[in-house]
């Protein structure tokens, strides 16, 4: 069995309402200043490698893509692990959008559609599992946090591969899939519409990427195409919650990239729209710990 890749090339997603975009996001599939036709060629390189041995447990890829590249949503046969050394994204399946900065990874088992957004460069370091071994792992897909001992375990099997020592590659195999059951999962996720209106999709875009307060309900419905009242049912009839507690939810999984990263609390708020102190509050408030120790 091969891979399945529906379409893969980049392109344009609605522009957001211009604002503070502390991740870096276009709002676009294209890179800035880059023409369609070097999308393409990206696309191609976004390819996977091939599968159709299933006499080898594991296949690993590694990658770099540039920020603003999308990467349209497409499924494989085999079981893959996401993971990058360095840089963000976004990865959106069907029912779910979960970014993804360093220290995290995404499982997605096998026949699950995903497509992923390149929110600053990415240093990617993908394997994929064949179908019977991806089948001992979780078959839901899971954000998973990447411990020093597992990174280390990825970085390996991508470098190095089968490298004509059987004895020491399987060991390898053998503790990253150890590690990967063992390793903490991540419960911050994002509900996405699931055959919902297009005004929808595209407002849940725009707030992906730009999920500042300082822009208004209203900007966010007219640049969708669609009344505040029909968005805001809208929203509530596909997602199960208000506007306002769904951009929350995105701005908290925003804040959780930005703290792993490194930036400061102050600067996290001031991109979100709030005061350092407000912004706490509220964090404390659904997380139920200050962001200055989220981390520990």
Same mark, same amino acid.
């Given at each position: ?45 976004? &390819?996977?490698?091939? !599968?159709?041995?299933? *006499? ?143 005004? !929808? ?7 992906? &990427? ?20 029909? #968005?805001?049912? #809208? ?16 701005? !908290? ?36 710990? *200050? ?6």
């Amino acid at each position: 069995m091969v891979s399945r890749v529906r379409h893969q090339r980049a392109v344009s997603a609605p522009s957001p309402p211009k604002a503070k975009n502390p991740l870096g996001l276009s709002g676009g599939g294209h890179y800035h200043g880059r023409s369609p036709l070097i999308d393409v060629l990206l696309m191609a390189l976004a &390819a996977p490698p091939d !599968l159709s041995d299933h *006499a080898v447990p594991v296949q690993p890829l590694a990658r770099t893509y540039p920020r603003g590249l999308y990467v349209e949503p497409h499924s494989h046969d085999w079981g893959q692990l996401l993971y990058a050394m360095s840089g963000v994204m976004w990865v959106e399946t069907p029912r779910e959008a979960l970014v993804v900065p360093p220290q995290r990874a995404v499982w997605l088992p096998p026949g699950v559609e995903h497509g992923i957004r390149v929110v600053c460069d990415l240093q990617m370091r993908n394997i994929y599992l064949r179908p019977a071994l991806a089948a001992t792992l979780d078959s839901q897909v899971q954000v998973i946090e990447v411990g020093g001992l597992l990174r280390e375990l990825i970085v390996t099997l991508v470098d190095q591969g089968d490298n004509g020592d059987t004895a020491y590659y399987d060991a390898v195999v053998g503790l990253a899939l150890l590690e990967l059951h063992r390793a903490r999962r991540s419960q911050i996720r994002i509900a996405m519409p699931v055959d919902a209106d297009r005004r !929808l999709i595209n407002a849940c875009q725009s707030v992906m &990427a730009a999920p500042s307060l300082e822009i208004p309900f209203e900007q966010h419905a007219e640049a969708a195409g669609a009344s505040v009242r029909t #968005l805001a049912r #809208l929203f509530q009839s596909n997602l199960g919650m208000g506007f306002a507690e769904w951009r929350r939810q995105v701005q !908290l999984a925003t804040a959780v990239a930005e703290l792993i990263q490194g930036q400061s609390v102050s600067g996290i708020a001031r991109s979100l729209g709030y005061s350092p102190s407000s912004f706490s509050d509220m964090f404390r408030r659904e997380l139920g710990v *200050a962001p200055s120790n989220y981390l520990g």
